[in-house]
């Protein structure tokens, strides 16, 4: 039973008690707790259940390695799954349950699965879930996502903040430990921009625990005076709770800033994420200590033996009185001092190697502690927590000479270096014989483009794996106990049985064993990427942190091959996980996009507009009056636009002045027709195509004056055809004297449109809007109501059209006066469905409707709009392609429903007989399709076979439902045939 | 003209530091070869040099931002910018320039405060701590494009599009949010 010490804890303050539950259950700790050390202050040893089996677990590392003692956080819509709890900081009234289990932590239903552990190996859902195959979608994949899953999210919005940052250094050190700090001093001396980010709280990494002397000094007293040198130099910046997550190329690095976690409520962001960019990244991320692969060591009460240690020392926190320690190598003897130093009791050393005569072993044994040499564990007893340990030979399969009584097993397997940010951007690793651990090939380490190192490794991280190899590497003198070398122990015993092998776990976050590894090896798994994902060894939260090494010896061992050749899996960020809320800052609500708004918005939103996103523009869409259907109130815009007036927001549109000497003959290439004869005063409606003859936009074109043109586009095209033209000129016609400027925003575009469209702008005075002064296809300057104009004689629903252009800031006034002038007259704002249908009643075709990036002006009946006369435009010889010009390609036409209904959007004509496939042959299709109020009966437009060639010809449409839709091509101008209406 | 109003209509927020539309504000897009004699001689008749890249320079109410290697952005009156355009434009002569008004088709905001730089530290990729006085960078805050200069002690003036200010003073706002203080 684990409990709090009477004295020490160098982390806590005993003067500032904090109060908190664990399954409602009300504890107590203190201030500079991790949650672990004040659960395990508090007896709580079980603190979750395991992913697979079920298995009681308790907590295992001390940091963030922690694979086990994962829990809810907080509740309602703070509820965070998943936590660990070595790195959750306590707080006062901090809320936290366990997981995976039902009722209850203490009984589990769901710990059958252990009993039946033997039929869920590995593989065992790929082996078990193939037949029948509609099995999988009905039957097998609910009730595995119901089983699923350690955790559950918060299903309301969450109420924190979050937010980002950037930052720019000359070296990012990324730990602040004894190496990290020490690398960040020479930087900084040198005159280097330096940024320090340690993950922890508290600086130091693990020196202050493990001992020894840094240049004479006590570790602590160490880091406290380069703490204050570093704080001196203004080209510093010291970072705590923000961890490196990831270094990507360039030297862009993800970092993950825990603001505010342990202080909730307080009003700062809870995460930030940092986005640094940094000339080089020192890795000074220290070493994560193995566990040893024996029956039973996830019982509650095994633990790494650098965190039986770190919880005396760090935190005075005792995880059982009579502690067996199981090791490799030396450095675990230093947890066997912290022990007795504690006041509490070793039972025993195990010791693998058949000789431990080191210094440590020696101190130990000079105190009296019993040293079992050559010796390994054959099982722990006990289910919620340790009770006994068996104790064998280690080169023997198991036969137990003794067992003792003990309630905390310490183990320790050697170490491993943190390569995670070396390895991220392409560093090498290589396999160190000595230390049995891979660390980073200093030869082989990140590159920039320039061939310039991203990242190095200094101290633990780059396998110097004692105080003084650390200091040394650093330029310091350092003095600790010496160290005699490890034996690598990859499975304990050495001949442990299959029986033995089945409990020895691996990976404990997804309970994967030794025997698990050992089936795939049979299985013919020899990748170690494949036996990843066959095993699920090292995936999940803590991504193997603690497995990975073991688990991949012992595949090499069953492949009898070397280590290196077995080779590591990929480290991959981030190191550890990060919130989403983190990675979405301040993008969410109403800065989820930004949302593009027109100088009329306002208006709109005030009349209850229903709106449709065109790109980043929220466009109204109709303007619904009470108790009207958006049917309805498009219907009643498209008739009082026919009959009276309509007003619509053209703001949106492309403006793009083209400016120069050699402006038409550019916008002759950029079109298909000929812009350079349109008269200065004129307006011509253009088509645009790329360079593979598909149409890509159209617009208007109007000639300002003798060297410029402005270039209406698609309201989504205005950007991408802006950039078009300077991609053009900048790269091909760099030589033109061509200059153009995206004026879309400069303007408010309202178009006047309707019968009575002159009789609202004769209202508004100012200037001649007569067909004789200001005729169709034309424009004029001039004002209106005292605002200055340009106004643009141009029609896309086929009645008399105004499209009127005023200065931006003055939209939202003119667009007032204008509704005011119109009132008599009957004048109502339109939206775009309303747009829509009155350019498909004129059968005028519409960018991405009739367009999809395979149709060609061609197909659409468009030749009228394409220029005989020029000897190139952008797409011409593409259009001139056999394809292209083929008879058979589909055209556009008009359809019309026999019995008057409405095609659905986008059905096919069927034509007679299956495709190779054994579908049904098609001969045409849908591209848009409305109700048409002026009509009174669905109209529609398509793509057919010879379709203008089949006037009158029947088509039949199959819907939903077996129904089939007869419809007769026709021509698809459906109103106004000869374009009365607008030259009026 | 009175019908006139910027995006935002001088709105402002105070938070760690304080972020305001800064109102309308005369915008001249000029467009030539920025070593032309006759560009030149236009500006040093309004006391301005062309700015080298990057740099922002002033003179007699007026500013004058490099945007690239053959664009310039001036600054003015909101109500001389039509007018200024159209006389830098016959200033020209026949030699090859687009220069037009562009006053309505981008919101300006400023930034003030001692604490400013953290705002956009946390918008934009921009490495402020070494960006210098009437330096401007065109870079972008969270999704949208801005361009911004050190504009005075303590003040930094942002450029957006206008059909984008109110999201960017949504940006601003957020940013600047007491308790967001970065150091």
């Known amino acids: 039973m684990s409990t709090r010490l009477s004295k020490g804890g160098r982390l806590i303050d005993r003067a500032r008690p904090m109060a908190f539950t664990f399954n409602g259950k009300p504890m107590r700790g203190f201030a500079g707790d991790s949650l672990a050390a004040a659960l395990l202050a508090n007896g709580q040893v079980l603190m979750g259940r395991s992913f697979k089996y079920h298995r009681p677990r308790g907590v295992v590392a001390s940091g963030a390695e922690e694979p086990n003692a994962l829990v809810n956080l907080g509740r309602n819509a703070r509820q965070e799954p998943d936590q660990r709890v070595t790195t959750t900081e306590l707080f006062d009234g901090l809320e936290a349950s366990s997981q995976n289990h039902w009722p209850s932590l203490n009984f589990d239903i769901g710990a059958l699965n252990n009993t039946f552990s033997k039929m869920l190996p590995a593989g065992f859902y790929y082996k078990t879930f193939m037949f029948p195959k509609i099995a999988w979608k009905h039957v097998f994949e609910p009730v595995i996502r119901q089983a699923a899953g350690l955790g559950t999210a918060a299903k309301e919005a969450d109420p924190d903040r979050y937010e980002q940052a950037y930052a720019y250094c000359d070296v990012l050190v990324a730990g602040g430990g004894i190496a990290g700090l020490a690398a960040a001093l020479a930087e900084a001396k040198a005159g280097k921009r330096v940024i320090v980010m340690e993950q922890n709280a508290f600086w130091g990494g693990r020196a202050p625990v493990d001992g020894g002397t840094i240049a004479g000094l006590a570790p602590q007293a160490w880091i406290d005076a380069t703490l204050v040198e570093l704080a001196g130099y203004a080209n510093v910046r010291l970072m705590t709770r923000t961890m490196v997550a990831g270094l990507h190329n360039h030297g862009y690095a993800i970092c993950y800033e825990r603001v505010a976690d342990h202080t909730p409520g307080d009003g700062r962001p809870r995460h930030r994420l940092w986005r640094v960019r940094a000339g080089v990244t020192v890795a000074a991320t220290g070493a994560i200590e193995r566990p040893l692969a024996f029956a039973g060591n996830d019982v509650p009460g095994v633990m790494l033996a650098s965190a039986v240690r770190d919880y005396i020392v760090n935190w005075a926190v005792s995880p059982g009185d009579r502690v067996v320690i199981v090791t490799n190598n030396d450095d675990a003897y230093r947890t066997a001092l912290a022990v007795l130093d504690a006041g509490l009791t070793v039972e025993a050393i195990v010791d693998a190697r058949d000789r431990a005569a080191g210094d440590l072993p020696q101190a130990l044994r000079a105190r009296g502690v019993r040293v079992l040499e050559g010796r390994g564990v054959a099982g722990v007893l006990g289910h919620k927590s340790v009770t006994h340990v068996q104790i064998c030979a280690q080169a023997g399969e198991g036969g137990v000479t003794e067992t003792l009584e003990c309630d905390c097993v310490a183990m320790s397997g050697g170490w491993s270096p943190v390569v995670h940010l070396f390895s991220h951007v392409g560093g090498k690793v290589v396999w160190d014989e000595a230390g049995a651990m891979f660390r980073p090939d200093a030869d082989k380490a990140p590159t920039g483009p320039d061939g310039s190192v991203l990242a190095r490794a200094v101290g633990a991280a780059n396998g110097h794996l004692t105080l003084d190899a650390i200091a040394a590497e650093a330029g310091l003198t350092a003095s600790v106990e010496p160290e005699a070398p490890l034996a690598p122990v990859w499975v304990m015993p050495a001949g442990a049985s299959q029986a033995l092998r089945f409990k020895a776990f691996l990976d404990y976050q997804n309970d994967v064993k030794v025997s698990d590894v050992e089936l795939a090896a049979r299985e013919g798994y020899t990748s170690v990427e494949h036996t990843k994902r066959y095993t699920t060894l090292g995936m999940a939260s803590d991504q193997g942190k603690l497995s990975n090494i073991n688990g991949l010896a012992i595949l090499s061992d069953m492949l009898g091959q070397g280590i290196p050749t077995t080779g590591t899996t990929t480290f991959r960020p981030p190191y550890t996980p990060i919130s989403f809320g983190s990675m979405t800052g301040e993008a969410r609500g109403d800065l989820f996009q930004p949302m593009r708004r027109t100088a009329m918005q306002d208006w709109h939103e005030a009349k209850g507009y229903h709106w449709e996103p065109v790109g980043f523009w929220r466009r109204p869409y109709c303007y619904p009056r009470p108790n009207e259907t958006h049917r309805d109130a498009v219907n009643r815009e498209i008739t009082n636009t026919r009959t009276n007036v309509g007003l619509l927001d053209a703001s949106t549109l492309g403006k793009i002045l083209v400016k120069g000497p050699d402006a038409g003959k550019f916008l002759d290439m950029m079109y298909t027709n000929m812009m350079s004869t349109l008269p200065v005063g004129k307006c011509r409606y253009g088509l645009m195509c790329n360079e593979n003859g598909f149409l890509s936009d159209d617009g208007v074109v109007v000639r300002l004056t003798e060297d410029s043109w402005l270039c209406h586009t698609t309201s989504g095209g205005a950007d991408r055809i802006h950039a078009h033209m300077e991609d053009w000129l900048q790269c091909e016609w760099w030589d033109w004297k061509v200059y153009t400027a995206n004026l879309t925003e400069q303007y408010a575009q309202i178009a006047v449109v309707g019968p009575k469209a002159r009789k609202v702008l004769e209202k508004l005075r100012g200037m001649d809007v007569s067909k004789e002064a200001l005729p169709f296809m034309t424009w004029a300057e001039g004002t209106l109501a005292g605002f200055p104009v340009r106004v643009y004689r141009i029609s896309f629903s086929g009645e008399l059209s105004y499209e009127i252009a005023v200065p931006a800031n003055m939209g939202a006034a003119f667009w007032a006066a204008v509704n005011a002038a119109g009132e008599e007259f009957g004048a109502m704002p339109y939206g775009t469905e309303a747009l829509h249908v009155m350019r498909a009643e004129k059968g005028f075709i519409m960018i991405g409707d009739e367009t999809d990036g395979t149709v060609i002006p061609q197909d659409l009946g468009l030749n009228w709009a394409i220029s005989k006369k020029k000897a190139d435009y952008l797409g011409k010889r593409a259009q001139e392609r056999s394809f292209m010009v083929s008879k058979d390609r589909l055209q556009l036409v008009g359809l019309e429903t026999l019995d008057g209904s409405v095609l659905p959007d986008g059905v096919y004509a069927v034509a007679d007989g299956n495709n190779v496939y054994g579908q049904r042959n098609t001969q045409g299709r849908v591209t848009s399709t409305y109700y048409s109020p002026t009509l009174k009966k669905g109209i529609a437009m398509g793509l057919v076979v010879h379709g203008p060639d089949r006037m009158g010809e029947v088509l039949d449409f199959p819907a939903d439902k077996g129904a089939v839709i007869k419809a007769r091509i026709v021509d698809p101008c459906f109103y106004d045939k000869q374009g009365e209406k607008a030259d009026v | ?183």
């Open chain 2, 1 to 183: 003209m009175s019908d006139a109003v910027s995006a935002l209509n001088g709105r402002s927020h105070t938070g760690f530091a304080t972020v305001a539309d800064a109102g309308m504000t005369g915008m001249v897009q000029i467009r030539a070869d920025l070593g032309s004699a006759r560009l030149a001689t236009a500006l040093s008749a309004r006391g301005l040099t062309v700015p080298a890249a990057r740099q922002v320079v002033a003179g007699q109410g007026f500013s004058l931002a490099w945007m690239s290697p053959d664009e310039l952005l001036l600054f003015c009156a909101y109500d001389r910018a039509a007018i200024l355009a159209g006389d830098l434009g016959a200033e020209m002569g026949d030699e090859h320039a687009l220069i037009v008004n562009v006053s309505d088709m981008r919101s300006v905001f400023t930034i003030t405060g001692a604490k400013g730089d953290e705002v956009l530290m946390k918008l934009c990729p921009l490495d402020l701590a070494s960006l210098p006085a009437m330096e401007m960078r065109r870079t972008r805050a969270a999704q949208t494009g801005v361009a911004l200069w050190r504009s005075g002690n303590e003040e930094i003036t942002l450029i957006c599009f206008r059909s984008v200010a109110r999201y960017m003073l949504g940006l601003l706002e957020v940013a600047s949010r007491r308790g967001g203080e970065i150091f």
